[in-house]
């Protein structure tokens, strides 16, 4: 098997598979056991078959060429990430008070 072309859209991809596990904090996955990003990797193309045209096939609009922009057109996901950010921003905003307070009293 030839070394794929490493172009920055497989690398978004392959780091993003390696960090899956934070994306959806209610599914288990197996500690990651690599480290560095793998030289040998295969591509694919998923083809809908015909009998689930009605059923569950994703529409042509809804479709993103790369794992990334899937997970960026995902609102669910969207709405999760910022309420952690907003989680980290007040806790982080609550650790600085406590230090300026503490700063202030010392004076």
């Not at 910022?82 to 982080?92: A, I, N």
């Given at each position: 098997?030839?070394?794929?072309?490493?172009?920055?859209?497989?690398?978004?991809?392959?780091?993003?598979?390696?960090?899956?596990?934070?994306?959806d904090p209610k599914r288990f996955y197996k500690n990651?056991?690599?480290?560095?990003?793998?030289?040998?990797?295969?591509?694919?193309?998923?083809?809908?078959?015909?009998?689930?045209?009605?059923?569950?096939?994703?529409?042509?609009?809804?479709?993103?060429?790369?794992?990334?922009?899937?997970?960026?057109?995902?609102?669910?996901?969207?709405?999760?990430?910022?309420?952690?950010?907003?989680?980290?921003?007040?806790?982080?905003?609550?650790?600085?008070?406590?230090?300026?307070?503490?700063?202030?009293?010392?004076?």
């Amino acid at each position: 098997m030839k070394a794929a072309e490493m172009t920055d859209e497989l690398r978004r991809d392959l780091k993003l598979i390696q960090m899956r596990s934070i994306l959806d904090p209610k599914r288990f996955y197996k500690n990651n056991d690599m480290k560095t990003i793998p030289k040998f990797v295969q591509i694919g193309k998923v083809v809908d078959s015909h009998i689930d045209f009605y059923n569950s096939r994703v529409p042509k609009k809804q479709r993103k060429s790369t794992i990334v922009d899937e997970l960026l057109a995902d609102d669910d996901l969207r709405k999760q990430n910022k309420r952690k950010y907003l989680d980290l921003q007040q806790k982080s905003m609550h650790k600085f008070s406590k230090e300026r307070k503490r700063k202030k009293k010392g004076k």
